[in-house]
């Protein structure tokens, strides 16, 4: 409770200190963004290095100056996420906050952890995921689910050419599914099919845990219809989120309502997320903040990226399984 207690602290106290920020790549960073780090409290901008121009936000000529500047630094352009830039960045025992590490690989980001670990720096990664309302709402009913269900469907669309089924549809669901299970993964099967596309256009991954646990994910990029729905089973517990329509849905059965229907059984609990006109900022602001919360406190982010290897050594299985099991009518 006294640990807590002090941690609340320290927290609340560092919301009145201003953490010099700096700002390398453009990417999705603009004024939408510039704005939000401008009203965080405890966040000063320094400037930015390589950046998209934008009033009130100083250019500034080179990496090192950025670095010397800043005791904090955002990476919002997965372009700007070389392995040397951001090595350098903690080197010099700068905190780092990177939107996406698509360009470094797993040995790089290997040594980016063990660098963040000998500087003492927080080291958070972009995933947004975790931080969605639902998880709040989810966490009264003290999830550990059995079975997983997840489909994610984009609608059909001639010029998704380049949209990779794994990496820019499932990705996300292979996070929630290592989030709430809460358990090692035992075992990765996946297989896909070529329906319209030479590569997979239709994949589906079974990913066993530890605990019992078994995720069962699908993505398709030549759907009829956008759907993104994800279902948890536990014991006396059903849980699904609708994230185009924001809804989460809550049915739990406690054993003592002798009153339902043969149709019907359980609590039903439904909760509709309000929509942000802009979800990217939104979550961004939730992202900074647990970034600047765990400097303060001095604790691993909640997207740390030993996390980030995880999802990254789980995608990485079911490619491996998808270069035995693709097949293509192509």
Same mark, same amino acid.
């Given at each position: 409770?006294?640990?807590?207690?002090?941690?609340?602290?320290?927290?609340? $106290?560092?919301?009145?200190?201003?953490?010099?920020?700096?700002?390398?790549?453009?990417?999705?960073?603009?004024?939408?963004?510039?704005?939000?780090? &401008?009203?965080?409290?405890?966040?000063?901008?320094?400037?930015?290095?390589?950046?998209?121009?934008?009033?009130?936000?100083?250019?500034?000529?080179?990496?090192?100056?950025?670095?010397?500047?800043?005791?904090?630094?955002?990476?919002?352009?997965?372009?700007?996420?070389?392995? &040397?830039?951001?090595?350098?960045?903690?080197?010099?025992?700068?905190?780092?906050?990177?939107?996406?590490?698509?360009?470094?690989?797993?040995?790089?980001?290997?040594?980016? &952890?063990?660098?963040? $670990?000998?500087?003492?720096?927080?080291?958070?990664?972009?995933?947004?995921?975790?931080?969605?309302?639902?998880?709040?709402?989810?966490?009264?009913?003290?999830?550990?689910?059995?079975?997983?269900?997840? !489909?994610?469907?984009?609608?059909?669309?001639?010029?998704?050419?380049?949209?990779?089924?794994?990496?820019?549809?499932?990705?996300?669901?292979?996070?929630?599914?290592?989030?709430?299970?809460?358990?090692?993964?035992?075992?990765?099967?996946?297989?896909?099919?070529?329906?319209? =596309?030479?590569?997979?256009?239709?994949?589906?991954?079974?990913?066993?845990?530890?605990?019992?646990?078994?995720?069962?994910?699908?993505? %398709?990029?030549?759907?009829?219809?956008?759907?993104?729905?994800?279902?948890?089973?536990?014991?006396?517990?059903?849980?699904?989120?609708?994230?185009?329509?924001?809804?989460?849905?809550?049915? %739990?059965?406690?054993?003592?309502?002798? !009153?339902?229907?043969?149709?019907?059984?359980?609590?039903?609990?439904? =909760?509709?997320?309000?929509?942000?006109?802009?979800?990217?900022?939104?979550?961004?602001?939730? &992202?900074?903040?647990?970034?600047?919360?765990?400097?303060?406190?001095?604790?691993?982010?909640?997207? %740390?990226?030993?996390?980030?290897?995880?999802?990254?050594?789980?995608?990485?299985?079911?490619?491996?399984?998808?270069?035995?099991?693709?097949?293509?009518?192509?």
């Amino acid at each position: 409770m006294f640990l807590a207690r002090l941690k609340n602290d320290i927290i609340s $106290y560092s919301r009145n200190l201003s953490l010099k920020t700096g700002i390398i790549g453009s990417g999705n960073f603009g004024s939408k963004a510039l704005l939000l780090l &401008e009203k965080m409290e405890n966040t000063e901008i320094v400037g930015g290095y390589d950046s998209v121009p934008l009033d009130n936000l100083n250019a500034i000529d080179s990496l090192d100056e950025l670095i010397a500047l800043s005791e904090a630094v955002i990476v919002l352009d997965p372009i700007a996420t070389s392995y &040397e830039s951001l090595a350098e960045v903690i080197r010099q025992g700068k905190h780092l906050y990177i939107e996406s590490p698509s360009l470094c690989s797993r040995q790089d980001l290997r040594n980016l &952890e063990m660098l963040a $670990y000998e500087s003492h720096t927080i080291l958070q990664i972009g995933l947004k995921q975790r931080f969605y309302n639902f998880y709040n709402d989810l966490e009264k009913y003290a999830l550990v689910p059995r079975i997983i269900d997840s !489909n994610r469907f984009m609608k059909f669309n001639k010029n998704s050419t380049q949209l990779s089924v794994i990496d820019d549809l499932m990705m996300h669901d292979i996070d929630v599914s290592l989030k709430l299970s809460a358990s090692e993964v035992k075992s990765v099967y996946a297989t896909a099919v070529g329906v319209y =596309y030479k590569d997979p256009d239709v994949v589906n991954a079974r990913i066993e845990f530890y605990n019992g646990c078994v995720a069962n994910l699908s993505a %398709s990029k030549i759907a009829d219809k956008n759907k993104h729905l994800t279902k948890f089973f536990q014991n006396n517990t059903y849980c699904s989120i609708d994230y185009l329509d924001q809804m989460l849905h809550v049915q %739990s059965n406690n054993g003592e309502d002798n !009153n339902q229907s043969e149709e019907h059984w359980g609590i039903k609990t439904s =909760y509709n997320q309000s929509k942000d006109s802009d979800g990217y900022i939104s979550i961004l602001e939730k &992202e900074l903040e647990s970034f600047y919360n765990c400097i303060a406190s001095n604790s691993e982010p909640d997207a %740390s990226i030993s996390q980030y290897l995880q999802l990254k050594s789980v995608s990485d299985k079911i490619k491996e399984q998808l270069e035995r099991n693709f097949i293509t009518n192509a």
